[in-house]
T-cell receptor, first 109, second 115 residues
Framework: DAKTTQPPSMDCAEGRAANLPCNHS???????VYWYRQIHSQGPQYIIH?????ETNEMASLIITEDRKSSTLILPHATLRDTAVYYC??????????WGAGTKLIIKP | DSGVTQTPKHLITATGQRVTLRCSPR?????VYWYQQSLDQGLQFLIQ???????AKGNILERFSAQQFPDLHSELNLSSLELGDSALYFC??????????????FGPGTRLTVL
């Protein structure tokens, strides 16, 4: 079973920051949080991952709370091409990614 | 382009048949993962191979099997197909030197339709 909880859908205006929340209250101390996205039926695309500290790359920022029970993915200036399903994932005990249903993010013009 | 290739892109077959899906990982990646995605569902992890050896198993049916060859390409064999096996099947690879082992790169998928 997925170890993360995400809202099923969100809207965001084009050009604004999209903030996607994720709860992972049962995360273990050495488990990473990974974010992927899937545009339509294409293969999922890696976005970012983190353990404790906030992370930033060319695609997004990842903010992890101090207790590590939740995180937020931030797309700073959303474009129409960012419309996708976003998955927040942690590893299970077999070191495999367990995928939930994700958040369907719709960017509106 | 992730560097992972999958063939065929589409496959239409009948119940009871057997099919083979093929995946070539990114150059240098040692791990290959197989996933199944049914309509409007999340991805279900099936199986992982690392450098030719089975590494982890997920919710893979006994009718399904996989292998990774010495050149690191992998095949997923699906037999005695049922209507419910219709899905997108994704292959992913990881383990490229210099990257986190679990940053997975996905292929474009094979869409299997069982009639």
């Amino acid at each position: 079973d997925a170890k993360t909880t995400q809202p099923p859908s969100m809207d965001c205006a084009e050009g604004r920051a999209a903030n996607l929340p994720c709860n992972h209250s049962t995360i273990s101390g050495n488990e990473y949080v990974y974010w992927y996205r899937q545009i339509h039926s294409q293969g999922p695309q890696y976005i970012i991952h983190g353990l404790k500290n906030n992370e930033t790359n060319e695609m997004a920022s990842l903010i992890i709370t101090e207790d590590r029970k939740s995180s937020t993915l931030i797309l700073p200036h959303a474009t129409l091409r960012d419309t996708a399903v976003y998955y927040c994932i942690v590893f299970d005990s077999n070191y495999q990614l367990i995928w939930g249903a994700g958040t369907k993010l719709i960017i509106k013009p | 382009d992730s560097g992972v290739t999958q063939t065929p892109k589409h496959l239409i077959t009948a119940t009871g048949q057997r099919v083979t899906l093929r995946c070539s990982p990114r150059s240098g990646d040692l791990s290959v993962y197989w996933y199944q995605q049914s309509l409007d569902q999340g991805l279900q992890f099936l199986i992982q191979y690392y450098n030719g050896e089975e590494r982890a198993k997920g919710n893979i049916l006994e009718r399904f099997s996989a292998q990774q060859f010495p050149d690191l390409h992998s095949e997923l064999n699906l037999s005695s197909l049922e209507l419910g096996d219709s899905a997108l099947y994704f292959c992913a690879s990881s383990g490229h030197r210099g990257r986190g082992l679990n940053e997975q790169f996905f292929g474009p998928g094979t869409r299997l339709t069982v009639l």
